[in-house]
């Protein structure tokens, strides 16, 4: 095991909520984006939501130090700059045995990068608890709607979508976070 780092088996939440490694509770509502880590500052709210950086390591997907913590606009910007390491094997393998510990997952379209992961997601979260975000357009739209999803909106919109599920929940919102597009000093742009 790395220093620093909680190991989880897989990402079950479930697992990870009975095990008491979060301080996350049956009483959050637990919302899974698997996006772009330079578009974190888009889930920023006022208050600060529940944040929960999930990174990838040997296989697994770990909590590093630091974390839960909220997310605020300095942890937004710190975000955008901590790169993780991606295995679309290990992310594709997560969501395949996500279950309903979950209870909304977004998928971030990224120029269509987020189809090949969002055909991963087990059926029956598909219709009714999982979304594609996107920048400004969807070209990819059909091909999301064959999958069965039918919730599409614009990234700017996924916080307060996620608050108003949380709110008909009556439960608070907890934001869990894999970054699915890796980058280092030689790709990254500021946005």
């Given at each position: 095991?790395?220093?620093?780092?909680?190991?989880?088996?897989?990402?079950?939440?479930?697992?990870?909520?009975?095990?008491?490694?979060?301080?996350?509770?049956?009483?959050?509502?637990?919302?899974?984006?698997?996006?772009?880590?330079?578009?974190?500052?888009?889930?920023v709210t006022?208050?600060?939501?529940?944040?929960?950086?999930?990174?990838?390591?040997?296989?697994?997907?770990?909590?590093?130090?630091?974390?839960?913590?909220?997310?605020?606009?300095d942890q937004?910007?710190?975000?955008?700059?901590?790169?993780?390491?991606?295995?679309?094997?290990?992310?594709?393998?997560?969501?395949?045995?996500?279950?309903?510990?979950?209870?909304?997952?977004?998928?971030?379209?990224?120029?269509?990068?987020?189809?090949?992961?969002?055909?991963?997601?087990?059926?029956?979260?598909?219709?009714?608890?999982?979304?594609?975000?996107?920048?400004?357009?969807?070209?990819?739209?059909n091909a999301?709607?064959?999958?069965?999803?039918?919730?599409?909106?614009?990234?700017?919109?996924?916080?307060?979508?996620?608050?108003?599920?949380?709110?008909?929940?009556?439960?608070?919102?907890?934001?869990?976070?894999?970054?699915?597009?890796?980058?280092?000093?030689?790709?990254?742009?500021?946005?």
């Amino acid at each position: 095991m790395i220093a620093g780092f909680v190991p989880l088996d897989a990402i079950s939440i479930a697992r990870m909520k009975n095990q008491k490694m979060l301080r996350s509770s049956d009483n959050e509502f637990s919302a899974l984006i698997l996006d772009n880590e330079v578009t974190v500052g888009e889930f920023v709210t006022n208050p600060p939501l529940s944040w929960i950086r999930l990174v990838q390591n040997q296989g697994t997907f770990q909590i590093p130090a630091g974390y839960p913590t909220v997310l605020t606009a300095d942890q937004a910007k710190f975000e955008m700059t901590n790169w993780d390491e991606v295995s679309l094997a290990c992310i594709t393998r997560t969501l395949t045995e996500l279950d309903e510990s979950v209870n909304y997952v977004l998928f971030g379209n990224n120029a269509g990068q987020g189809l090949p992961l969002a055909q991963n997601l087990p059926p029956d979260l598909i219709r009714d608890r999982a979304a594609i975000i996107y920048a400004n357009t969807l070209p990819e739209i059909n091909a999301y709607e064959r999958l069965g999803y039918r919730s599409f909106f614009r990234r700017s919109e996924a916080a307060s979508r996620l608050l108003e599920l949380a709110k008909n929940a009556n439960r608070p919102l907890a934001l869990y976070f894999i970054n699915t597009i890796q980058h280092n000093e030689f790709n990254y742009h500021r946005p």
